[in-house]
């Protein structure tokens, strides 16, 4: 079955970090750029990350851009976000997109996106 | 960043009914415009890509168009299950895949 599957949620506290891992099956993992898009508690939808298939191309909304880093493991068919310096305007669930091609490029969809994990970020 | 507007915010309707919701993007961005659909609780689910490409498995009732900066996602008889939130997204721009602020469709 296809599917993705994140993990690594949690209360963290202002300044703290965290990891998610999005682990992917069913498909051929490093034939797909992903991504990572968040949901605030009751708002819409805000993409925040993206990279290549092969890893060697990364992409990050500006409101994240120096904190995160995404990552990922082709032989573990295993997906990261680290967040750094987490502030509470991070809370969200954090949602794993897979996007029908190698390439992050103009025109791409996510037709297979994960259950969510929630990030929480509070003293 | 490209701003993406929909309206309406929220639409009561009843089953059976023809419904319309449109999006507006603050500049062109040629056909690089997605539809996803989103229940409380659950991940989005794409319904359709390309402005109006319709994703395997969705049914045929749902059916998008537009190009340029105006866009519109059509359900042509609404059924229960498709009380939901509607959200577009465009794609022109690789650093800011903004999505539209949502339309909660709901039971009237």
């Known amino acids: 079955e296809v599917q993705l599957l994140e993990s690594g949620g949690g209360l963290v506290q202002p300044g703290g970090s965290l990891r998610l891992s999005c682990a992917a099956s069913g498909f051929t993992f490093s034939s797909y750029a992903m991504s990572w898009v968040r949901q605030a508690p009751g708002k819409g939808l805000e993409w925040v990350s993206a990279?290549?298939?092969?890893?060697?191309?990364?992409y990050y909304a500006d409101s994240v851009k120096g904190r995160f880093t995404i990552s990922r493991d082709n032989s573990k068919n295993t997906l990261y976000l680290q967040m750094n310096s987490l502030r509470a305007e991070d809370t969200a669930v954090y949602y794993c997109?897979?996007?029908?091609?190698?390439?992050?490029?103009?025109?791409?969809?996510?037709?297979?996106w994960g259950q969510g994990t929630l990030v929480t970020v509070s003293s | 960043d490209i701003q993406m507007t929909q309206s309406p915010s929220s639409l009561s309707a009843s089953v059976g009914d023809r419904v319309t919701i449109t999006c507006r993007a603050s500049?062109?961005?040629?056909?690089?415009l997605n539809w996803y659909q989103q229940k409380p609780g659950k991940a989005p689910k794409l319904l359709i890509y390309a402005a109006s490409s319709l994703q395997s498995g969705v049914p045929s009732r749902f059916s998008g168009s537009g190009s340029g900066t105006d866009f519109t996602l059509t359900i042509s008889s609404l059924q229960p299950e498709d009380f939901a939130t509607y959200y577009c997204?465009?794609?022109?721009?690789?650093?800011?895949?903004?999505f539209g602020q949502g339309t909660r469709l709901e039971i009237k």
């Open positions: 990279i290549s298939g092969s890893g060697g191309s990364t």
């Open positions: 500049q062109s961005i040629s056909s690089y």
């Open positions: 997204q465009q794609s022109y721009s690789t650093l800011g895949a903004t």
């Open positions: 997109a897979k996007i029908p091609g190698p390439l992050y490029s103009s025109g791409w969809y996510a037709p297979l």
